[in-house]
């Protein structure tokens, strides 16, 4: 554990924090808020809460020791749609590469559909269309030197490449760092992670570079019965006061190779501006054998709309005996 808070320090160290960063008074001061588009139905259900129970393809972007939990092939692909017909999409995949090491790699794409241009008059000078594009690569490894029988530990890394098209264009590049461990009590596990997301160079459009939406999480899961997943998390973004989230799945077994999940989730990012029915999650989810399907729903608040996402995933199983299924 030593080693865990050691590296824990040092990703934090260039978080050298204003005086108002992580606080109201910071709203508005990053750019690339794309970073922070969610890419997995499942996790949004949940609240967002969704760092220490991430496992598969997707912890690349929640976690990117969670990666270190996908069996042999996992795949995810994620649609969104939003107000004001801007669409999101995401998909990534991951694949092991030996015992105790999973690559992967991932691609999001937000179209922010037609917007008139104006002059300095107000004359219309034609459409254009806001577009953005990121790309990432993962790793996540078990850590077998700091598990023993009592708790296994992971670390991930993700590497990121953000381009923008507006009237002119942008890149940025960033990184995740995350840690996940598992404890073994007497009768359930308890999960713990440690995320800090969006580290490296901001967009600079004209004269000035934009700071990354960097932020903490810091998450909790545990099973007090096996069908139920609790989840909880703290997260502090560099550019707003901190918040939390919560989250619950229930998983029924419908028949042999098929199961059905409710989810339920509350996120207080949103409290303050859009009101309290905005900080609630809703979904399902079906698992036919490998393939699973999600569906996510998030209420706007003031705004009056709704957004739903959904997502497709693929998750091939080790090849194992049936004895050690078993057990």
């Known amino acids: 554990m030593k080693v865990i808070l050691a590296a824990c320090a040092i ?20 750019g690339s808020e794309f970073m922070l588009f969610d890419t997995s139905a499942r996790g949004i259900a949940m609240g967002g809460a969704y760092s220490a129970a991430t496992n598969d393809s997707s912890s690349l972007y929640w976690n990117p020791a969670g990666l270190s939990q996908v069996p042999r092939l996992s795949a995810t692909f994620l649609h969104a749609q939003y107000i004001a017909g801007v669409t999101y999409n995401a998909t990534s995949v991951a694949k092991r590469i030996n015992d105790s090491s999973v690559l ?18 107000g004359l219309s000078r034609g459409e254009f269309h806001p577009r953005s594009y990121l790309a990432e690569l993962g790793w996540g490894q078990s850590i077998y030197d700091l598990s023993d029988s009592e708790v296994d530990v992971a670390m991930g890394v993700t590497v990121k490449y953000m381009h923008t098209d507006l009237l002119e264009h942008a890149n940025a590049y960033g990184g995740d760092f995350g840690v996940h461990s598992r404890f073994y009590g007497t009768t359930q596990t308890y999960d713990v992670s440690v995320v800090i997301q969006n580290l490296g160079i901001g ?19 545990v099973r007090p019965i096996k069908p139920l997943l609790l989840t909880i998390e703290g997260i ?43 900080i609630l999650n809703f979904g399902f989810g079906l698992k036919l054998s490998d393939l699973s399907f999600d569906y996510a729903f998030t209420p706007a608040g003031a705004i009056g709309a709704q957004i739903h996402r959904i997502s497709l995933s693929f998750n091939l199983p080790a090849k194992i005996s049936r004895r050690y299924r078993e057990r």
């Open 11 to 30: 990703a934090l160290f260039p978080l050298s924090a204003g005086a108002s960063d992580f606080g109201r008074a910071a709203v508005g001061t990053a």
């Open 203 to 221: 967009q600079k459009f004209d004269q000035v570079r934009d700071t990354l939406p960097t932020r903490l999480r810091f998450g909790g899961g």
């Open 104 to 121: 992967a790699f991932g691609v999001r794409y937000l179209d922010a559909g037609a917007i008139t241009r104006t002059d300095i008059n």
């Open 236 to 278: 502090a973004p560099i550019n707003d006061a901190p918040y939390g989230a919560a989250g619950m799945e229930y998983t029924v077994d419908i028949q042999k190779n098929i199961q059905g999940a409710v989810r339920a989730g509350l996120n207080s990012l949103t409290y303050d501006s859009l009101g309290l029915t905005s």
